[in-house]
């Protein structure tokens, strides 16, 4: 009996401490695998929001240091996701190093154009010789924020010699010169111009190609055209609660990307797609672009945005990149497309007021040392809006005849109108016009803030509240710091990622960091 209950002691003493050892191992099994899990659970948040980098830019643009914007996380992974904005690069890192931001090409053409700004002492001798604040109202900012130039015009505007303007351009993005940017390749195909619904939400779609009908856009249905190259032969006008944006890029559409666009829009071409991110919209023949308040809004009001176009680095026609607007150049004269040389105000001496030559198109490098490929060679018929000599008179919305600009902006009421076209505007033998009625400058904001080359431009008395024309030094490239963290139990895990996003989509993770918040007890 004492044999046994020693036994029993023994055994006791032996198996309790091995018992211990082995829950102590299996509750430290279970929190490790609890942490691992948990971890696994903020990296994979983390991970999701780079699903698409272009809509994170989108959603995180409105970041500030201090200022967190909320992400979407998957459901039912009890975490939260932010982002905030720790760095930015702008276009240009030596603000100097710009082309021209505002180029007229018609002689006598300056007369309309107000005085360059004239720095003070105190001020950045870079802000000597920049654009109006007449034109460029961000140069009188409010609230103390600082001064934003619109770029410098070119200093030969409206030159006596109307070949002057020429020995100062370049079809590529070169320093101090005037940008002439050759005509892209566009589909030869046809496209409807009442676009195309979407088949989830309340979205209308567009797709490259040749439009020869008027393109009207003036409901509330949210419209987007996939990214690429628009040709119109008629006028495309923008009223009432037109909600447009054009192209992929830092502003979001009504559809999640453009190859969404193209596999679900109803009843879409087999022939739709999209190239590249961004839009450029070529106007030939009688084609225009009108943006006024003759159709009463009911709700937001006209919103247009553009996003700037860009192609890959090594696609040829990159040097093509950020052009938004252009036109057609020249006379076409049967299936050949001419110099534009015209006398516009038909004086005794018979001088030419305007020149420009014959819009070519792109051709890559490959073809170098070929004959220039004429425009209608791709189909491409020259403007007939050529300038005139008075300054340009806004026309009929319906209207689209000789003498209408080419832009062509009348704002006759106080509905809200927002008007965004980043990149170049290049309408040498064309007119842009701005209009805006006593009393209907609120609620306007309207920004050209890719350079703009015309044959002449006229803006009114009034101006919009917020006007830019010029060229601007956008932020192309943002730093944003992502954190992801568990939101109940324990531990709390916290993953961090600084990530450089470009405001096309493309970007890189610079340190990822994984951490317990706090120690559960």
């Known amino acids: 009996m004492i044999l046994a209950l020693v ?10 401490p091995m018992m211990n050892y082995t829950m102590s191992v299996l509750r430290a099994n279970k929190s490790s695998s609890t942490k691992l899990a948990r971890i696994e659970v903020v990296e994979g948040g983390l991970r999701a929001t780079f699903f698409d980098p272009l809509k994170l830019y989108q959603a995180c643009v409105e970041s500030g240091g201090n200022t967190a914007v909320q992400l979407a996380v998957p459901p039912g992974l009890n975490i939260e996701s932010e982002c905030t904005t720790i760095g930015s ?3 240009v890192e030596v603000p100097e190093d710009f082309r021209f931001a505002l180029t007229t090409t018609q002689v006598g053409s300056n007369a309309v154009i107000p005085a360059p700004y004239v720095a003070t002492p105190e001020e950045s001798p870079l802000l000597n010789g920049t654009i109006s604040p007449a034109w460029c109202t961000s140069m009188v900012p409010v609230g103390g924020a600082d001064k934003v130039p619109c770029g410098k015009p070119y200093p030969n505007n409206g030159n006596v010699d109307p070949l002057r303007w020429l020995a100062d351009t370049s079809t590529e ?5 005037v940008f002439t940017p050759l005509l892209p390749a566009v589909a030869n195909a046809f496209a409807y111009a009442g676009g195309y619904d979407m ?10 190609g040749r439009y020869v009908d008027d393109v009207v856009i003036t409901g509330s249905t949210p419209v987007y ?11 495309v006008r923008i009223s009432g609660d037109a909600n447009v944006v054009v192209g992929a890029g830092s502003a979001p559409g009504c559809v999640e990307s453009d190859a969404v666009a193209v596999a679900d829009a109803i009843n879409v071409p087999f022939d739709a797609y999209s190239n590249g991110v961004g839009g450029t919209w070529v106007f ?15 709700g937001a009001g006209v919103n247009l945005v553009f996003n700037r176009r860009l192609v890959a680095n090594t696609d040829p026609e990159a040097v093509m ?5 252009m036109s057609v150049n020249g006379v076409l004269a049967g299936t050949a497309t001419v110099d534009l040389n015209i006398d516009l105000d038909a004086d005794l001496e018979g001088k030419i007021d305007l020149h420009v ?12 040392g070929e004959p220039p490929v004429d425009a209608y060679t791709y189909l491409y018929k020259a403007s007939n809006l050529v300038s005139t000599w008075l300054p340009p008179v806004s026309c009929a919305g319906s209207a689209s005849v000789p003498g209408c600009p080419i832009i062509d902006i009348n704002l006759g009421s106080t509905a809200s109108v927002n008007v965004e076209i980043p990149g170049y505007v290049s309408i040498p033998q064309g007119m842009l016009s701005m209009v805006v009625a006593d009393g209907a400058n609120v609620n306007k904001r309207l920004a050209f803030g890719g350079g703009i080359l015309a044959a002449q431009m006229a803006v009114s008395a009034v101006v919009p509240d917020f006007l830019q024309i010029g060229l601007l030094n956008p932020i192309v490239q943002r730093t944003f710091k992502i954190v992801t963290r568990t939101v109940s139990g324990s531990p709390r895990m916290v993953a961090t990622a600084l990530v450089q996003v470009n405001e096309t989509g493309g970007y890189a993770i610079n340190s990822w960091v994984v951490k317990s918040e706090y120690i559960a007890t």
């Open 7 to 16: 036994v029993m002691v023994v055994g006791t003493l032996m198996v309790l």
């Open 89 to 91: 690069q702008q276009r």
């Open 173 to 177: 993005y070169v320093d101090e010169k």
């Open 199 to 208: 088949i989830e939400g309340p979205c209308r779609v567009f797709f490259p």
């Open 225 to 235: 055209f996939a990214s690429g190259v628009y040709y119109f032969e008629k006028t």
């Open 284 to 298: 030939g023949q009688n084609g225009r672009l009108v943006i006024d308040t003759a159709t009463p809004s009911t």
């Open 321 to 325: 990149n950020e052009v938004s607007i």
């Open 357 to 368: 030559p014959a819009s070519q198109l792109f051709r890559p490098p490959s073809a170098l």
